[in-house]
């Protein structure tokens, strides 16, 4: 026998943020596996650097040059290495450093040459653009945009301009996306927030009410009806009662009902019945009490 009852389509489980995350798509064209060399040399800052070692440092740094006008890219490192160990507070012989690692698809030790000569100089346009670059071959397009758009506030070149132009977009694309994201969790939480906030109210609500009903007093007070519940602004369970308007009109119960002598009392007698024999030498409180009584034709 066929079977002719058909299933219920199970629901979609709502994506996790990993998979909204996941959900940004960007072109890669260009980006490389991170270099993972030991960090290159950096020179001892500590070394006085005299006008010898800085011409002697100026010719490796055109030996440098000239290396890479023959293409010989381990070369140029090497002059420029020895460059930066004869004067190791030059900004612009680890700017040209980095431009090699750059070429050399080396991204990281050109970001860590950038790092150096911008701490030694952070005006200078070369260091931004070869960390921009750095960052453009490791898919780091939000670091990429910064760096190259620095650069071109620096000291504008078309070439730093292009590769900002090429890597803008994706950066833009991911700061949209995650703004996205971002309000999309601030709803969740606030909507959270609302939900927790009513739930708590509600088991006030529920905890207050199975108090009042648990409270000695809360089925008479003395033999009132109704009750003496929270008196003060009010009494609660009284509502309707022959002779309610009647007390709420005697000038004396009002002026009683202001007294914090009287209502502590009441209050405590509420709680406890029994307690009124803590009062029988108390005027104020039993003609209170004598008063209600009269109204509600019970016995004090």
Known sequence: KANTEEKAPAPSPEPSSESE???????????????????QEMGDESLEVSEELMDQA??????????LSEGNLEKAIGHFTEAIKLNPRLAVLYAKRASVYVKMQKPNAAIRDCDKAISI?????QPYKWRGKAHRLLGHWEEAARDLATAC?????????????????????????????????????MRERIERAKKAKEEHEKA?????????????????????????????????????????????????????????????????????????????????????????????
């Open 21 to 39: 995350e996941s959900e940004l798509e960007i072109d890669k064209e260009g980006v490389i596996e991170p270099d993972i060399d030991e960090p």
């Open 58 to 67: 100026n010719e490796k740094k055109m030996e440098a040059i000239n290396a």
């Open 121 to 125: 100089n952070p005006d200078s346009a």
């Open 153 to 189: 506030k620096l000291d504008y070149d078309d070439d730093t301009s292009s590769t900002l132009k090429e890597v803008q977009p994706r950066a833009q694309k991911i700061i949209e996306h995650r703004r996205k994201y971002e309000r999309k969790r601030e709803e969740k939480a």
């Open 208 to 300: 207050r009410k199975e108090e009042e009903a648990r409270r000695p007093g809360a089925a008479g007070f003395s033999g009132f009806p109704g009750g003496a519940g929270g008196f003060p602004g009010g009494m609660p369970g009284m509502a309707g009662m022959p002779g309610l308007n009647d007390l709420l009109g005697d000038p004396e119960v009002l002026a009683a009902m202001q007294d914090p002598e009287i209502m502590a009392a009441f209050q405590d007698v509420a709680q406890n019945p029994a307690n009124i024999s803590k009062y029988q030498n108390n005027p104020k409180v039993m003609n209170f009490v004598g008063k209600l009584s009269t109204k509600f034709g019970a016995k004090p």
